[in-house]
């Protein structure tokens, strides 16, 4: 369950942001999510739900972007996404020996208040 | 990752205040920012510190006993044991080896969070003698996904895998493999009953990460120990830090 800490994140940061701007209500979170997180969006929707119950992001939309997880290969050379979630194994030639360049962001892109 | 792309609210016209703000905030600055701040702190105290991680089950508090036991009239040991509930685990080092400060962090007022993060790591650090610490071993929370992405600070990573997991797990995952400097094949002990060939573990390991150094073990009958107090003996900061 490591949704709550990101959840806890989101909604302080938004808060904070929302305050800034002197704004009443935050309507919608933008977040861009890399698959290197694993993280279960369900878990992080209910997670944010309930720690924004009663302040200024009650009701909240999430509006999730996933990051895909890229590769590089140092056997082959070439770039691709795993066939398998979270198996970090070259989709072109099977080896191992692989660098993660893509799918690790974990960002709040943009909010809408009002 | 079942993705909610597309569940966008409906812009229809009572929103006429709406307002889009740019944020582009990394939430994994915060853990990057305490992590720092630990990382000062040890190199200050000149504190060495340890990152052990495996499944639930691996292992991890067995081999600690084991080794509070050792160490505990050769050098100055702190443990810090990570579970989401009981403080089971750090009471069991300190019955094992009364001389060595074995402190629990209950991730239960973390949101239950199955995974250590460095402000756990930094809020439990008030109730650690640093005067009485050379070394400093974390037990990470039973997981092999999550507290692969989570820097505490460290020095080094240790993965466990036990024998009775099976040996495919390296494949499985390659995350927390490709993170760790070395690699505990533990519960030797059990390797007749189990189909389990740690060659295979270790050429895996080790086509994920070229420097792995692995050692077998077993914490019931002694079985390599001796080669893991030495590898703890041997301990050198680090140089630079996780991502
Ligand atoms: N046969 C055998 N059992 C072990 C060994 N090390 C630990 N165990 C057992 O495995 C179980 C889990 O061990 P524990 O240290 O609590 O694992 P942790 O969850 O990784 O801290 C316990 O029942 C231990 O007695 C070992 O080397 N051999
Ligand atoms: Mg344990
Ligand atoms: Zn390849």
Redesign the pocket.
């Known amino acids: 369950m490591h949704e709550y800490g990101i959840a806890k994140g989101i909604i302080d940061t938004v808060l904070a942001e929302a305050e800034k701007h002197e704004a009443k209500k935050i309507k919608s979170i933008e977040l861009l999510i890399g698959e290197f997180n694993n993280i279960v969006a369900d878990a992080l929707v209910l997670n944010v739900e309930m720690l924004a119950h009663g302040t200024a992001a009650q009701g909240v939309k999430l509006d999730i972007k996933r990051q895909p997880l890229r590769v590089k290969c140092a056997a082959c050379g070439k770039q691709g996404e795993p066939k398998e979630a979270l198996v970090f194994v070259c989709p072109f030639c099977d080896s191992m020996a692989v660098e993660i360049t893509g799918g690790k962001a974990l960002n709040i892109v943009s909010i809408e208040v009002e | 990752m079942a993705s909610l792309s597309g569940r966008h609210h409906p812009k229809d016209g009572t929103s006429n205040a709406m307002k889009k703000i740019e944020i582009n905030k990394d939430l994994k600055g915060e853990n990057q920012e305490y992590a720092a701040a630990n990382r000062e702190l040890f190199l200050k105290h000149g504190m060495k510190v340890v990152n052990i991680m ?12 084991k080794t509070a036991a050792h160490f505990q009239d050769k050098l100055k040991l702190a443990v810090l044991v990570g579970d989401i509930s009981t403080n089971r ?1 750090a009471e ?1 080092i300190k019955l094992a080896a009364g001389g060595v400060q074995s402190e629990q962090i209950v991730t239960e007022k973390y949101g239950s969070a199955c995974h250590l993060d460095a402000r756990m790591i930094s809020e439990a650090l008030p109730r650690i003698d640093f005067a009485q610490t050379d070394i400093l071993v974390i ?1 990470n929370v ?1 997981n092999l996904v999550c507290p692969a992405g989570l820097y505490l600070g460290e020095d080094k990573r240790v993965v ?1 895998l ?1 024998v009775p997991e099976g040996d495919d797990k390296v494949k499985k995952y390659p995350v927390m493999f490709r993170e760790a400097e070395l690699l505990l094949i ?5 390797i007749c009953a189990c189909d389990f060939d740690p060659k295979k573990v270790e050429a895996e390991a080790r086509e994920i990460k070229g420097e792995i150094e692995v050692l077998r ?5 002694g079985e390599g120990l001796a080669e893991w107090y030495q590898w703890i003996d041997r301990l050198e900061s680090r140089a630079t830090s996780y991502e």
């Open positions: 495996s499944s639930p089950g691996s292992g991890k508090t067995a081999l600690l006993e685990d069991r037990e039973g466990l036990s533990t519960k030797m002990d059990l073990l077993s914490a019931k009958t």
